[in-house]
């Protein structure tokens, strides 16, 4: 199983539903929770993680229009999130690589393989382009007679869930919120010296697997039972001192019934890029434009007779 196994998502990345708020909504809810936990020792535990929630729960609706506000900003934000998938000896691990810059902001986000260098596609969107562009690796070159393909821009209307340099890291977020709001889910809070804080919860592989925030094809989600699905997900939420998202981890070892279901997953937040660190709008004669809806079906299929082809 390579990367592209998950090579659905790319698909729904660039064809996929609004997010709408909920995921504005789940970030508000971890960032009250750490607020209500807030001052503390350094490294050490503040309290009870339910009685915080219990908490924080009136103060929630004041909040999340300061949230949906703060996620709304064309700040200049660099991130990566790599995804590590295993069952038995079959393997998925990429790396997702997000960059915005300007206001209106230009928007880069890569998806490579870590185990296949010409296994990747990085789509870009320069501010105010009524097109997306995509720059195909080798692995997708079949896909059209040029580097780079485009296609009509749909996603400006949305919010930053619906970008697919962040439509995973949502979902992780939402994976927390509903396992916090179901009651499956042991919390912590932790406070650091340089004014962070750390947020720790336990999930289940069934929800972790409901929120897509990895996307399996069905021959891979046969093999996993319904003990495993009960497993656990240690996630980790760490919180920078102004209160901003930092980093995320999803860390878990499922063994049951004769499989083994590994998962590693870790987004952070990197330094602010600039725009050097974007790519140059691609000349006419290196892009083939996609400009149909029959023409975009019959691209996103072949797309995915590609992505499925690692079984």
């Avoid at 619906?162 to 932790?190: E, P």
Wanted: glycine share 8%; proline share 6%.
């Amino acid at each position: 199983m390579t990367q592209r196994l998950a090579g659905a998502a790319s698909r729904a990345t660039t064809r996929r539903r609004p997010a709408g708020r909920r995921s504005l909504a789940v970030l508000g809810a971890l960032l009250i929770l750490v607020t209500a936990c807030a001052p503390g020792r350094s490294g050490t535990a503040i309290p009870d993680g339910d009685a915080a929630a219990a908490y924080v729960s009136d103060k929630f609706k004041a909040t999340l229009e300061r949230l949906s506000d703060d996620l709304g900003e064309t700040e200049p934000r660099r991130s990566t999130h790599r995804s590590f998938t295993r069952i038995d000896e079959k393997k998925a691990d990429s790396t997702i690589t997000a960059i915005q810059v300007g206001s209106p902001p230009s928007r880069l986000y890569k998806n490579h393989s870590n185990r296949d260098s010409s296994d990747y596609r990085d789509y870009f969107h320069p501010a105010g382009s009524d097109v997306e562009y995509t720059y195909l690796g080798p692995v997708y070159k079949t896909l059209a007679p040029t580097p780079w393909v485009s296609q009509p821009y749909t996603s400006g209307g949305y919010d930053i869930c619906f970008w697919g340099g962040y439509t995973m890291v949502c979902r992780m977020l939402d994976t927390i919120s509903s396992s916090l709001k179901n009651g499956h889910a042991a919390k912590q809070a932790k406070s650091f010296q340089d004014g962070s804080i750390e947020l720790t919860a336990e999930v289940t592989l069934r929800e972790f697997l409901k929120q897509r925030v990895v996307i399996l094809p069905d021959w891979i989600l046969a093999q996993i039972t319904e003990e495993m699905q009960n497993g656990i997900i240690e996630t980790k939420v760490r919180l920078d001192p102004e209160g901003k998202l930092k980093e995320i981890r999803m860390n878990g070892l499922i063994e049951a019934d004769g499989h083994e279901f590994e998962v590693k997953e870790h987004y952070q937040v990197l330094d602010p890029p600039t725009e050097e660190d974007l790519p140059k709008v691609p000349p006419k004669d290196q892009v083939t434009a996609l400009t149909t809806d029959a023409e975009i079906d019959d691209y996103y299929n072949r797309m995915g007779e590609i992505t499925s082809s690692g079984g």
